[in-house]
T-cell receptor, first 114, second 114 residues
Framework: NAGVTQTPKFQVLKTGQSMTLQCAQD?????MYWYRQDPGMGLRLIYY???????DKGEVPNGYNVSRLNKREFSLRLESAAPSQTSVYFC?????????????FGPGTRLTVL | AQSVTQLDSQVPVFEEAPVELRCNYS??????LFWYVQYPNQGLQLLLK??????LVKGINGFEAEFNKSQTSFHLRKPSVHISDTAEYFC????????????FGKGTLLTVNP
């Protein structure tokens, strides 16, 4: 099993450009998440999807949109990138209900916005 | 809302020495607690978690943590570290029940020196 995969691994954008980060999991998990990681800030939740067909805002949703395409895939879209969105983005999926499940993380996408 | 404080941003130790990474949480309700590890240029992976039951939790790679409800702490320990334990360690908390949001601390960089 590949686990959680993310594409692309690296991306450089100019201010105002748009892009979609792709995430897929092959573990048949119901819940999926998008985080951003910045130095000294830990991981902050952008959006999550508790189950197929539902999405909810996390701690830092401004400037982002998400789509839960099906049970396997959960994409993150930046409509108009800003330098403040320079970060490492991680997708995760979870194997349990009610918050106690383990989250499995992808390898990350390193995004630079110039 | 829950929050997590990791008291040390960096912990340098020598190989084969014991180590403790400190984590305190705040929440007015019952919680689930996690420790994740991030090796350089990788995603996070679960070390151990406390959901209920015994307050001493054993994880992978010889790590263990103790849940202390009265002190609202969940410190991570290892009796003898190896060079390969060099990584960033994140404590995380979520509210027990139906809450899917995981709140991470800012991380502790453990550096093991020869």
């Amino acid at each position: 099993n590949a686990g959680v995969t993310q594409t692309p691994k690296f991306q450089v954008l100019k201010t105002g450009q748009s892009m979609t980060l792709q995430c897929a999991q092959d573990m048949n998990h119901n819940s999926m998440y998008w985080y951003r990681q910045d130095p000294g800030m830990g991981l902050r939740l952008i959006y999550y999807s508790a189950s197929e067909g539902t999405t909810d805002k996390g701690e830092v949703p401004n400037g982002y949109n998400v789509s839960r395409l099906n049970k396997r895939e959960f994409s993150l879209r930046l409509e108009s990138a800003a330098p403040s969105q320079t970060s490492v983005y991680f997708c995760a999926s979870s194997d349990g209900l009610a918050g106690g499940g383990t989250q499995y993380f992808g390898p990350g996408t390193r995004l630079t916005v110039l | 809302a829950q929050s997590v404080t990791q008291l040390d941003s960096q912990v340098p130790v020598f190989e084969e020495a014991p180590v403790e990474l400190r984590c305190n949480y705040s929440s007015s309700v019952s919680v689930y607690l996690f420790w994740y590890v991030q090796y350089p240029n990788q995603g996070l992976q679960l070390l151990l978690k406390y959901l209920s039951g015994s307050t001493l939790v054993k994880g992978i790679n010889g790590f263990e943590a103790e849940f202390n409800k009265s002190q609202t702490s969940f410190h991570l320990r290892k009796p003898s570290v190896h060079i390969s334990d060099t990584a960033e360690y994140f404590c995380a908390v979520t509210r027990g029940g139906s809450n899917y949001k995981l709140t991470f601390g800012k991380g502790t960089l453990l550096t093991v020196n020869p």
